[in-house]
């Protein structure tokens, strides 16, 4: 069972940056793809990021793209995947998810969340000053 935990939400100012971290475990890295996703109140889910496993291809919602990176790491057994946010905005607040997937993902298809069967518990972000 893919087990995934977020963390490194918090209270930043507008402009600032945050770096959000995904812990992947139970998994072999290069059959899944993990993506990230932003929640507010109201509205549907919506995919910010997402990282392919077997070639660490990259996709980005146009409303992060040029500010943000996603990236991956090991670190023991544990699949580690980071989404770094610059020159954040309030617009940039809601609950994030890190999900992954075993489908390979494409520009086509990448934000569906139909097509992620594993979520982790959300992390908060909020930009105020």
């Known amino acids: 069972q893919v087990q995934l935990a977020e963390s490194g939400g918090g209270l930043v100012q507008p402009g600032g940056s945050l770096r959000l971290s995904c812990a992947a475990s139970?998994?072999?890295?290069?059959?899944?793809?993990i993506g990230w996703f932003r929640q507010v109140p109201g509205k549907e889910r919506e995919g910010v990021a997402c990282?392919?496993?077997?070639?660490?291809?990259?996709?980005?919602a146009d409303s992060v793209k040029g500010r943000s990176t996603i990236s991956r790491a090991n670190a023991d057994s544990i699949y580690m995947v980071y989404l770094q946010m610059n020159s954040l905005s309030p617009e940039d607040s809601g609950v994030y998810y890190c999900?992954?997937?075993?489908?390979?993902?494409?520009?086509?298809?990448?934000?569906?969340?139909?097509?992620?069967?594993?979520w982790g518990q959300g992390t908060q972000v909020t930009v105020a000053s």
């Open positions: 990282i392919s496993g077997s070639d660490g291809s990259t996709y980005y």
């Open positions: 139970h998994f072999a890295r290069d059959y899944y793809a």
């Open positions: 999900a992954a997937t075993d489908q390979e993902p494409y520009t086509s298809n990448w934000w569906k969340l139909d097509a992620y069967p594993f």
